[in-house]
């Protein structure tokens, strides 16, 4: 066999040997912790503010399907609007349906689901505090290797007091 026949074989079996060691187990519990950078957008304030945030959550993966909770912190966000301090916290818990799409050693990711928020907004102005329902979805990627991944997803909270959430997170998960 010539070397780059050797070469070619030698990266097929590596890969495919990768890829059945990433999914062999698509099934089980699972637990993760991502931080991030969230962007709030109030709609009434030209630049929206933007503050790093973490979310922890867990879930049951059933081979393409999970099912995912966890609690969502976007961070404290200070900025300026007309020369007025504004604070704003938002956080909450959200429970989600996810479908995975196993490409080889990774997988991409759509989820959907409902986001319970809490939301504080402080000013001179009084003080705003609300608390709701909302919907959410997401999409990403994650790169496995036997129990543990890493994962990038880009997600939208729809929040009714301000127009949406946008969080970007990159973290961990652990395979059980």
């Not at 059933?62 to 504004?86: C, H, I, K, M, Q």
């Not at 909450?92 to 959907?112: A, Q």
């Amino acid at each position: 066999m010539g070397k780059v026949v050797k070469v070619a074989l030698f990266t097929a079996v590596t890969v495919l040997l990768a890829s059945g060691m990433v999914l062999a187990d698509t099934t089980g519990w699972y637990v993760g912790a991502s931080g991030g950078r969230s962007t709030i957008d109030i709609g009434i304030i030209p630049k929206e503010p933007t503050n790093i945030g973490y979310k922890l959550y867990g879930g049951y993966r059933f081979g393409p399907l999970a099912l995912e909770g966890g609690y969502v912190n976007f961070g404290d966000t200070s900025d300026d609007f007309l020369f007025l301090p504004l604070d704003i916290e938002i956080d909450g818990w959200g429970i989600f349906g996810i479908l995975n799409l196993p490409l080889g050693p990774i997988d991409l990711f759509g989820k959907v689901g409902r986001f319970s928020w809490d939301y504080k907004m402080v000013s001179a102005l009084p003080t705003v505090n609300e608390e709701g329902t909302d919907s959410s979805f997401g999409i990403g990627g994650a790169v496995r290797v036997g129990p543990v991944g890493v994962r990038a997803e880009a997600e939208v909270f729809n929040i009714e007091p301000i127009e949406k959430v946008v969080f970007f997170t990159a973290g961990v998960t652990y395979a059980f």
